[in-house]
């Protein structure tokens, strides 16, 4: 099994900052790519940004120049760096991570339970 750990939501002002981590754990052989997902109230939920274990990374346009992922396979971690904040990205967060746990073992998808983003004045 695989859990993750997501951490460093909060409240903001509109054009602030706030920085997401993940942090995965258990039996982990090789990951794919890890990413970050939000849901608002009312709302399907989205890709926000992914990056794959070969550094490519992938980015919502809403998104795009005002956020920057950053993962660590070596350590299983991955982080959102959200600059700019608008009301529009207030949203409960969730980290996404596509991996196998021996070599044998076909890649299956894990989601932590999220964290809340509210951007506010």
């Known amino acids: 099994q695989v859990h993750l750990v997501e951490s460093g939501g909060g409240l903001v002002q509109p054009g602030g900052s706030l920085r997401l981590s993940c942090a995965a754990s258990g039996s982990i052989f090789s990951i794919y790519y890890m990413g970050w997902f939000r849901q608002a109230p009312g709302k399907q939920r989205e890709l926000v940004a992914t990056t794959t274990n070969g550094g490519v990374t992938n980015y919502a346009d809403s998104v795009q120049g005002r956020f920057t992922i950053s993962g660590d396979s070596a350590k299983n971690t991955v982080e959102l760096q959200m600059n700019s904040l608008k009301p529009e990205d207030t949203a409960l967060y969730a980290c996404?991570?596509?991996?196998?746990?021996?070599?044998?073992?076909?890649?299956?998808?894990?989601w932590g339970q999220g964290t809340q983003v509210t951007v506010s004045s």
């Open positions: 996404n991570l596509l991996c196998s746990s021996t070599s044998r073992q076909l890649p299956q998808n894990y």
